[in-house]
């Protein structure tokens, strides 16, 4: 029997995330991401289309490595002006009923105390469909800007964002029991406060002795997903992720990458099926092949060759620009995203990408591929990626917003239901049972299902050697 294929709407509450310079295209509306209007139709195109979510990205900073300066992002709207993404759940869940709402925020920028509560509260008032794409950041100019002298080295970030992880699953796991709130009019008795538990946490690089300020959400923990292609962030994936994202180019990068973070999932203590992965792709698709490919090349028309180099550098830490068009991509050490790295200069070695063509293929959908064509043959083109790699579906890109969802809910959704390898409706219940069909709340072996009994943890690490 084939695989079910799951989709995630990629996004971002800002012009033209992926696609640099086709916010100029007369159909695309990615302009009117100040407007709740906008955010609430969309939402409902997917939910009409059974997509899982949709996953809001975002940076913290700009992107300043292209020509050293971000001229070129402020001329070409490269993810700046950006707004910030939490504040999108309430009015989609208001919208919606089963669409999940994917959040991205940094474990390097925000204090993990007060993000606690900001993340429980969005899943209080989307009745338990948040998730929480935990990123570690990449970009020097968000690490100025909240008043950081730099970031972190790549790893050290991941080590910063395993103990953030720990106070966030004693907050939301640990500190307020089952049952603490009561609301007892007769006695007067909102709750126990014996049931409510300081966490004392003590560690590298955060203190929190306190309370959770928030009652249990209903997930308490939101689901938790992380875009994890370095070794170090495949290992953080396996470890806490139950959602991945990759950008793999190729099928055989695909592939490798599925296995080797199932494998590292395993060696974590997890099952392998714990994780739904999913890889980045824009889908350009419309009645036939011809209608497609002509849709395609009137994208093309409209993108930005500075626009896409400035992506590219940010996201590599390498200034494009110092080279001329027909120079090769070559590696290089950076501080930035380690992965886009090694697969532009090492993913495929019957591949060398020029700048010309970097900025070109970078221009429609950003680092993963682009498949074009009927609803038939981008079908065909899908269940292979599945079939060859072990992909459990796809982060989906735009070109044009919000045509290129539409176009995906009323083409291909239909042709891959057909198939049957594509979910005709909901599994009830909040995000983490809609995915997965368990319970609610995460379950042991997770690491965050560890921190329930938050009074046996602090005993254990009462003992443990002062510097451990």
């Known amino acids: 029997m084939s695989k079910t294929i799951h989709f995630n709407a990629f996004d971002m509450n800002c012009v033209g995330h992926q696609s640099p310079g086709l ?118 100019s968000g690490a100025k800007n909240v008043g950081q002298a730099g970031l972190q080295r790549h790893d050290n970030r991941y080590d910063i964002a395993n103990e953030y992880l720990e106070v966030i699953y004693k907050l939301l796991e ?25 966490i004392g946490h003590r560690g590298k690089y955060f203190d ?27 290992k953080f994936a396996a470890e806490h992720a139950e959602c991945v994202f990759v950008a793999a180019q190729t099928k055989t990068i695909l592939r490798n990458y599925v296995n080797d973070v199932r494998q590292r999932a395993v060696a974590a203590g997890r099952s392998p099926d714990s994780l739904r992965i999913y890889n980045l792709l824009t889908v350009i698709v419309d009645e036939t092949d011809e209608k497609a490919k002509a849709n395609f090349r009137d994208y093309l028309d409209y993108v930005s060759y500075d626009g896409s180099l400035v992506f590219m ?19 290089v050490e ?70 290129t969802f539409e176009n995906i809910v009323g083409y291909l959704v239909p042709e891959l239901q057909k198939r049957g390898v594509y979910p005709k409706e909901y599994r009830p219940g909040t995000l983490r049972e809609k995915l997965f069909g368990r319970g609610a709340r995460l379950e042991a072996p997770h690491p965050g299902a560890r921190y329930r009994d938050i009074e046996a943890i602090k005993r254990a690490e009462a003992l443990r050697p002062t510097g451990s």
Not at 79 to 106: C, F, K, R
Not at 174 to 198: C, I, M, Q, Y
Request: zero cysteines.
């Open 313 to 331: 550098s940010g996201w590599t830490g390498i200034d494009f620009s110092q080279y001329r068009p027909d120079d090769l991509v070559r590696k």
């Open 334 to 403: 950076t501080n930035a995203i380690h992965s886009a790295v090694e697969s532009l200069s090492e993913g495929d070695p019957n591949k060398r990408w020029t700048i010309r063509e970097l900025a070109e293929w970078g221009g429609v959908g950003g680092m993963g591929p682009v498949v074009v064509g009927s609803p038939a043959t981008v079908a065909d083109e899908l269940q292979r990626w599945v079939e060859e790699t072990g992909v459990d579906g796809f982060n989906l890109a735009y070109a044009v917003t919000p045509e």
């Open 174 to 198: 640990g500190s307020w029991e089952d049952g603490a709130v009561v609301r007892d009019r007769e006695n007067r008795v909102f709750t126990l406060p014996e049931k409510v538990h300081e």
């Open 208 to 234: 929190v002795p306190g309370y959770a300020l928030t009652e249990p959400s209903p997930q308490r923990t939101p689901v938790l997903y992380q875009a994890g292609a370095s070794g170090a962030g495949k």
């Open 23 to 140: 916010w100029a295209h007369p159909r695309d509306r990615s302009w009117k991401y100040k407007d709740l209007d906008y955010w609430q139709d969309l939402a409902r195109t997917l939910e009409s289309g059974i997509f899982d979510g949709i996953f809001i990205a975002d940076v913290i900073g700009y992107y300043d490595v292209y020509k050293g300066n971000n001229y070129h992002a402020i001329h070409q709207a490269a993810q700046i002006p950006v707004n910030d993404p939490l504040q999108l759940a309430a009015p989609i869940a208001l919208a919606t009923e089963h669409l999940g709402i994917g959040i991205t925020a940094s474990t390097s920028f925000e204090h993990p105390y007060t993000f606690a509560r900001r993340l429980a509260t969005a899943d209080h008032h989307t009745k338990g469909r948040v998730g929480w794409n935990i990123v570690t950041s990449y970009l020097e």
